[in-house]
């Protein structure tokens, strides 16, 4: 029974670190614009040239949590349609830390993982080519 315990406070104060961590990263973002400070340069833009499929990133979620749509999805528009389910996750652990029940998050199927590795792959190729149809999914 005390082994049971411990477990169950180990799992409430790891959900309370992620939703304090989450929280302390909006702050940040709502905070700093990483398009004004000189935010880190994408590894794989400053070696090729060419954008990553998380290239973007950091100034959309900047724009997300200043509830500017149209900005986020000018700078990556997979990142906006995963923040709702970033959001929906980061506030179940939260409740799970504040109640102290376990979190019970949902596990996606596995043709789902591997249709979100594939449309990246499809959103990192079209990024990148020079055709005008696609120059507004560069950052």
Known sequence: MAQA??????ARVRDLGLFVGGLALAIAF?????????APVCPFYAMTGLY???????????????????SAVGYNLVTVFLAPILLASW????????TGR?????????????ALAGTLVVFWILRNLPVAAFSWMAP
């Not at 315990?5 to 180990?10: A, I, N, T």
């Not at 709502?30 to 000189?38: C, F, L, Q, Y």
């Not at 998380?54 to 500017?68: F, K, N, P, Q, S």
């Not at 376990?102 to 591997?114: A, F, I, K, N, Y």
Request: aromatic letters at 4%; one cysteine or more; charged letters at 10%.
């Open 5 to 10: 315990s411990v477990l169950l406070d180990r």
């Open 30 to 38: 709502h905070v700093g614009d990483p398009a004004a400070n000189s």
């Open 52 to 70: 990553c499929p998380g290239c973007g990133t950091l100034r959309c979620l900047h724009a997300l949590v200043h509830a500017d749509l149209p």
């Open 91 to 98: 506030l179940a652990v939260g409740l799970a830390a504040v």
């Open 102 to 114: 376990p979190s019970h998050l949902w596990v996606p199927p596995r043709w789902l993982g591997l």
